[in-house]
Structures are given as C-alpha cells and as structure tokens.
C-alpha cells in the first residue's frame, strides 16, 4: 500500500471519530445513556412487600423500559417488615460496607438527610431536577424537605396520611352507631363495641412503627397541631400536663385493642377490620391500597380522632447512592419514579397520593381525592414514626419507651423517658 494511501486512511478515521464525537457528546460523561441503550443489573431496594405497595411498585418497573429503552434487568430486593425497620438495618450494613443498591426506598425528612446525606453517603440530584423541570411540579414544601444546602437529594414518590382511622361499615351499622370524630367519641363508641364483644380498635404492632404511630396520632389529636410540632423544637414541654393527658389518653385506647396485637403485622390487623372481628384501626393511608389488594370495599375513613384539619405526612422517596452501580439506569429509575406517568400508575395502587401537583385526579378514587384536597387546605405536620419529625436517634429512644410502655403501661415512666430522650438529642433543655 502507498504512503498517500495509508495518510488517506488516516484521515478518513479521524474525520469519522470527529463526526461520532460530534454527533454523540461528550462519551466520558457517566451520566449519559450508553450508545448501545441501558443494559446491565438494576437492584431496587424497599420493604414494599404486601398488597397494594408491592403492586406500585411493580407499575414502576413496568414503565421502566418504556421510559429508558436498553435490556437493563430490575432486581427487586425487598426485607419485608411495616414501616422499614427490618429493611433500614440491611441498608445500613450495606452502605457502611460499601456495597449500596442501585437505589433504595427512604422516608423524606430526617430519615432522609440525617441517616445518609449530612454523612456524604449520598449524590445531590440538582441537576436532574433541573432537567426534569421538577423545581415547578413539587411544591416548594417538599422541595425543601428533600434538599440540604440547598440541593435535592431524593425524589418523592408520594405523599402519605398518618392520621387516618378506618373502620368497617357493615360493623357501625349493624351496631346503630357512628364513627367517632373526636378522642371522648372514639372511647364511648369503644365501650358500646366491647360489651357486644366486638375489638374496638386493632393494632399489629409487631413491628413497632405500628404503637408509635398511634401514639402520634393521639398526641396530635389531644394537643393540636402548634404544640404537636413543638414536642420536636422544643417549645412544648414534654413534662406539661396537657402531654400527660395525651399520654394517659395513649394508655386508654390500648385498652381497647386486639390482645395479640404484638404477634400481628399492621395489614394483619386490618384482615381483623377486614372480617368485622374489629371494627376500626388507625394506620396510614397504605392502608387503602391494602383493602384493594384484598377486594375489601366496605370501609370509611376519617381524620384520626381529634385531628380534623391536620394533615400528619410522610413521604416515601429514592435517591443515588455514591458509587451505585449502573449510574446510567439509576438515574432513569429517579425520571421514572418522578414523571407524571409513573406517580399516576403507582400511587393510586399504593394508596397514596403524587409529591407532584400536576396529576389528574380523576385516575384516583374517593379516598384519594378527598386526601388530594385536604393535602391542600389542612395543616401539614410531620409523621413521628416515619421519620419525618425528629433524627434517627432520637427516633430510636422514642421507639424503646413505647415499646416497654406497651408492655407496662406507666404513663409516667413514658413521659419521663419522652423527656429524656428530647433531652439527649439535644432540643430539649
């Protein structure tokens, strides 16, 4: 071969890496989809195990390849257990040691920022956020919540409801009566269930999320949302007497739950509501995607006694983890778990409403909407249980005292422990 043709093959090579380069971008930005589409191993961690959860979140993977192409392969790694505490003990081991999944389910607020991004465990997603336009579709509240140092580092899947009290109607009305609105009905109506030998109120508590949230719940609706709030800033005094009347109405609903409410998960004791055994339960709205799951139709909600008007919220969200393998198909799951489609096709199984404000309500049933216009128009408190109030820590003492409370029943070594432990976190004096 000739000098001048060997110098003409030269050129024509160059001039097509030139025109590919050009074409393609910048092929050693990480986060660009390979040219060859996505491909590879995917692992998504969650506790989403039972009903209606489980049936979300396989709507998400369902999207996924729609929305991000290639032949990526969804490994959904799952540690069953209400509310994630099973789930946040592996996840902890797993990211100290350095082998993170793809991406894993955690509660916004200080479960979020507290457990994994002040500790540098976390990517910041301001960028995606930008290109995704989700600084306009999250309203401001959120935003901020999922952020530290002014960047997102989760996207919310959902908004949860806490407070909520579901019951069985047949139960109510084969008894003439209605469901309680306020903390003084729900015990008249709990006598009149109990003498006609009917659980009152069921509780699983086995994992222990379950008494917590009731707990919450009681506190919110006894003291209000200003000195609810305030048990986490330190403005209300855990030692005052209008916490001891809360935590002495926290003792008296007890005495109206199922006696094996330890052995029992929280969908468990819904399969009580579910059979008129029991005739309410106060858990979350997954709950409703619970009865869904189960073709159960014949229930009502209402606010949690006493609370009307306060909306106690959680939010369930993913993040990137640093050195998460697979970035490329990491960062399409965060567009699919964002994107109007993926938040209309998981929360109206999950039983829960969209983070985003631009979903079509009419994809929702009534519950849902109901809790869609109360998101707007309530007060917004932060879920104890869930991690949306206080640091892990602290959490973790709260957690240890209503569980030996539970067993004991001392409201004042609970209120005593309650105070310690706000204390020991360092907002309390």
């Given at each position: 071969?000739?000098?001048?043709?060997r110098?003409l093959i030269?050129?024509?090579?160059?001039f097509?890496?030139?025109?590919?380069?050009?074409?393609?971008?910048?092929?050693?930005?990480?986060?660009?989809?390979?040219?060859?589409?996505?491909?590879?191993?995917?692992?998504?961690?969650?506790?989403?195990?039972?009903?209606?959860?489980?049936?979300?979140?396989?709507?998400?993977?369902e999207?996924?390849?729609n929305?991000?192409?290639?032949t990526?392969?969804?490994?959904?790694?799952?540690?069953a257990?209400?509310g994630?505490?099973q789930?946040?003990?592996?996840?902890?081991?797993r990211?100290?040691?350095?082998?993170?999944?793809?991406?894993?389910?955690?509660?916004?607020g200080?479960?979020l920022?507290?457990s994994?991004?002040?500790?540098?465990?976390?990517?910041?997603?301001?960028?995606?956020?930008?290109?995704?336009?989700?600084?306009?579709v999250?309203?401001?509240?959120?935003?901020?919540?999922?952020?530290?140092q002014?960047?997102?580092?989760?996207v919310?899947?959902?908004?949860?409801?806490?407070?909520?009290?579901?019951?069985?109607?047949?139960?109510?009305?084969?008894n003439?009566?209605?469901?309680?609105?306020?903390?003084?009905?729900?015990?008249?109506?709990?006598?009149?269930?109990?003498?006609?030998?009917?659980?009152?109120?069921?509780?699983g508590?086995?994992?222990?999320?379950?008494?917590?949230?009731l707990?919450?719940?009681?506190?919110?609706?006894?003291?209000?949302?200003?000195?609810?709030?305030?048990?986490?800033?330190?403005?209300?005094?855990?030692?005052?007497?209008?916490?001891?009347?809360?935590l002495?109405a926290?003792?008296k609903?007890?005495?109206?739950?199922?006696?094996?409410h330890?052995?029992?998960s929280?969908?468990?004791?819904?399969d009580?509501?579910?059979?008129?055994?029991?005739?309410?339960?106060i858990?979350?709205?997954?709950?409703?995607?619970?009865?869904?799951?189960?073709?159960?139709?014949?229930?009502?909600?209402?606010?949690?006694?006493?609370?009307?008007?306060v909306?106690?919220?959680?939010?369930?969200?993913?993040?990137l983890?640093?050195?998460?393998?697979n970035?490329a198909?990491?960062?399409?799951?965060?567009?699919?778990?964002g994107?109007?489609?993926?938040?209309?096709?998981?929360?109206?199984?999950?039983?829960?409403?969209?983070?985003?404000?631009?979903?079509?309500?009419?994809?929702?049933?009534?519950?849902l909407?109901?809790a869609?216009?109360?998101?707007?128009?309530?007060?917004?408190?932060?879920?104890?249980?869930?991690?949306?109030a206080?640091?892990?820590?602290?959490?973790?003492?709260?957690?240890?005292?209503?569980?030996?409370?539970?067993?004991?029943?001392?409201?004042?070594?609970?209120?005593?422990?309650?105070?310690?432990?706000?204390?020991?976190?360092?907002?309390?004096?």
């Amino acid at each position: 071969m000739s000098r001048h043709a060997r110098w003409l093959i030269v050129l024509v090579a160059l001039f097509a890496a030139m025109f590919v380069a050009i074409a393609c971008g910048d092929d050693d930005d990480e986060d660009k989809t390979p040219s060859g589409g996505l491909s590879g191993k995917l692992e998504i961690f969650s506790w989403w195990t039972t009903g209606g959860e489980a049936a979300g979140l396989q709507k998400l993977y369902e999207l996924y390849p729609n929305q991000c192409g290639g032949t990526v392969n969804i490994v959904n790694s799952t540690v069953a257990g209400g509310g994630g505490a099973q789930a946040r003990q592996v996840l902890t081991t797993r990211m100290l040691g350095n082998d993170p999944p793809g991406s894993f389910q955690v509660h916004m607020g200080h479960e979020l920022i507290d457990s994994w991004v002040t500790t540098n465990y976390m990517e910041p997603l301001d960028s995606l956020f930008k290109e995704q336009g989700w600084n306009d579709v999250f309203p401001k509240g959120v935003l901020d919540i999922v952020s530290y140092q002014g960047k997102p580092y989760a996207v919310p899947v959902n908004i949860h409801r806490a407070n909520v009290l579901w019951y069985n109607k047949a139960v109510f009305t084969a008894n003439g009566l209605q469901p309680p609105k306020t903390l003084d009905d729900f015990f008249k109506v709990a006598d009149a269930l109990k003498a006609k030998g009917i659980t009152p109120l069921a509780l699983g508590d086995v994992d222990s999320f379950a008494s917590i949230q009731l707990m919450e719940t009681v506190l919110l609706g006894k003291l209000g949302a200003t000195a609810y709030n305030g048990l986490w800033t330190g403005a209300t005094d855990w030692k005052a007497a209008n916490v001891t009347d809360a935590l002495n109405a926290f003792k008296k609903t007890l005495d109206y739950v199922n006696s094996d409410h330890s052995s029992l998960s929280w969908d468990q004791a819904n399969d009580l509501v579910i059979s008129g055994k029991a005739a309410m339960t106060i858990m979350g709205d997954w709950l409703e995607g619970d009865m869904k799951a189960k073709n159960f139709t014949n229930y009502g909600w209402l606010p949690s006694p006493g609370t009307e008007g306060v909306y106690d919220a959680l939010s369930d969200t993913f993040g990137l983890p640093k050195n998460a393998p697979n970035k490329a198909a990491v960062l399409c799951w965060l567009k699919v778990v964002g994107s109007k489609a993926g938040q209309e096709a998981f929360n109206p199984l999950k039983g829960s409403i969209c983070a985003r404000t631009d979903c079509n309500p009419s994809l929702f049933d009534a519950y849902l909407q109901s809790a869609m216009t109360d998101w707007k128009a309530n007060t917004i408190v932060p879920s104890l249980a869930h991690g949306a109030a206080v640091k892990p820590g602290w959490l973790t003492e709260i957690s240890d005292a209503v569980t030996a409370f539970v067993a004991n029943k001392d409201a004042a070594t609970l209120q005593n422990r309650l105070a310690a432990a706000c204390k020991t976190a360092g907002v309390c004096k």
